[in-house]
Each structure stands twice: as structure tokens, then as C-alpha cells.
């Protein structure tokens, strides 16, 4: 190999290392100085994202009050269902005992539930959408929700739905001294409780997967200042092998150049 030809490829290599390390040392000062930006909006993110299972939480803690609301009212029905059994041709007795207002509570409840399945099925799905983009994160991993939580309990919230029409119905024919009215309405109620009984085990089920997703969430936003700092440690040490490595090739280079 001729002088003149050692010393380019001295020059070369001198110049392609002094590049590399110029690249490592603006990585890792780049790194370092985006730390505070990446922590704060990884942070902002994951807290909305638990402030917004904590959100579909409350939804399906209302539609369980609602559900507790409607096992009340039933239970005053079949009190009064009871009573009747024996003076179902006493109008006045009836209306006393089943006025128009207690099928509007069962109506007006169970529409309220149905708007807040609604309501949680907007949320649910932007949470969702939300926790599927944290997880294309490295090494996150995250319970979600079953994305048909919702139209599981709509489900068992239609059926409730048909045996309060049931139970109107039955309430009408009392009204109208219909023979057997009382034990229809007694059967239609039994109906309904059973209903509330498997949609409040449902929405248990659901919210228990919610406040699982919650916790990870407030789990992983604790760590996560950590993580990164140690995640820049590791790039920095590698990075600084790589300078190590870019530095010695260029006090080889150099003895090569000084000895050609």
C-alpha cells in the first residue's frame, strides 16, 4: 500500500469517526434535552386516559344506582301486587296501591339507564382507541376493556325492558279488575328482579375490568418518569461506547497518517 493511498484512507476514517461521534454527542444532548417534553406529554396522555376510565367508571356506577333505584321501586309493586291479590275489584284500592307514577318511575329509570349505556359506549370507545395507541408503546402492556362491555349489558338491559312492559301491562288489567292481574303482575316483577340481578353482576364484572385498566394506568404514569430516565442512561452508555470506539479508530488512524 503506497504512502500517499494510506494516508487518504487515514484521512477518511479520521473524518467518517468525527462525524459519528458528532451524531452520538447531538443524540444523547438531544435526548437528554427532550426528556422534560416526552415525560410531560407521556404523562398528560396516561392521565387522560385514567381520568377517562375513571370517567366510563362513573357511568357504570350510575347505570348500578339505576338498577338499585329500579329494584326499589319493583319491590313497593310487589308489595302492593300482594295486597291486591285479594281485592282486585277494589278500584280505589288499586289506585291507591299502584297509581299511574310508579310505572312512569320504572320508565323514566329505565331510560336513564339506557342513556347512560349510551353515553358509556362514546366513552368506552375513545378510551379504548386511546389505551390501543399506549400500547404500541415498547414493553406497555395494559388490561382493557372488553369492547363489548357495553352491548353486554344493553343486552340484559333490553330484556329488563320488556318485563317493565310486562308489568305496565299487568298494572293495566288490575286497573281494568282483571282477574289474575295481581299474579301477572307478581310474575312480571319476579321477571325484572331476576333481570337486575344479571345486569348488576354484569356491570360488576365490567367495571371491576375498568378499575383494573385504571389502576395499571396510575401504575404506569408512576413509573414512567423512571422509565425514561433509564431508558436515556441506556442510549447515553451506548452512545458514549460508540464515541469510545469512534475515538480509538481515530488515534489509529492518526498513527497510521504520522507513520505513512
Do not use: H
Not at 406529554?41 to 377517562?52: I, M, R, V, Y
Amino acid at each position: 500500500m503506497s504512502p500517499t493511498f494510506k494516508r487518504v484512507l487515514s484521512v477518511t476514517a479520521i473524518i467518517l469517526s468525527g462525524l459519528i461521534i458528532l451524531l452520538c454527542a447531538v443524540g444523547v444532548i438531544g435526548a437528554w434535552a427532550a426528556s422534560g417534553t416526552i415525560i410531560e406529554a407521556g404523562t398528560k396522555l396516561l392521565t387522560g386516559a385514567e381520568k377517562a376510565a375513571g370517567a366510563v367508571q362513573i357511568v357504570l356506577d350510575s347505570i348500578d344506582s339505576g338498577l338499585e333505584k329500579l329494584e326499589k321501586d319493583t319491590a313497593i309493586i310487589e308489595e302492593a301486587s300482594a295486597l291486591l291479590s285479594q281485592n282486585i275489584s277494589d278500584k280505589g284500592l288499586v289506585l291507591v296501591l299502584l297509581p299511574p307514577d310508579k310505572e312512569e318511575k320504572l320508565t323514566d329509570t329505565i331510560s336513564a339507564i339506557e342513556d347512560a349505556l349510551a353515553t358509556a359506549e362514546q366513552m368506552l370507545s375513545s378510551l379504548i382507541d386511546t389505551l390501543s395507541f399506549i400500547e404500541s408503546l415498547p414493553f406497555v402492556e395494559l388490561p382493557k376493556p372488553d369492547p363489548e362491555t357495553v352491548s353486554s349489558i344493553s343486552e340484559k338491559v333490553e330484556k329488563l325492558n320488556a318485563s317493565i312492559d310486562n308489568v305496565n301491562a299487568s298494572i293495566q288489567e288490575a286497573r281494568d279488575n282483571s282477574a289474575g292481574a295481581a299474579q301477572k303482575i307478581s310474575d312480571a316483577v319476579g321477571e325484572i328482579n331476576d333481570g337486575i340481578e344479571d345486569t348488576r353482576a354484569e356491570v360488576e364484572t365490567r367495571s371491576e375490568e375498568v378499575a383494573a385498566t385504571q389502576e395499571s394506568l396510575a401504575s404506569i404514569k408512576e413509573s414512567f418518569p423512571t422509565c425514561v430516565y433509564f431508558s436515556l442512561t441506556l442510549i447515553t452508555l451506548i452512545l458514549g461506547w460508540v464515541i469510545y470506539t469512534q475515538v480509538l479508530i481515530i488515534q489509529f488512524a492518526l498513527a497510521n497518517y504520522k507513520s505513512a
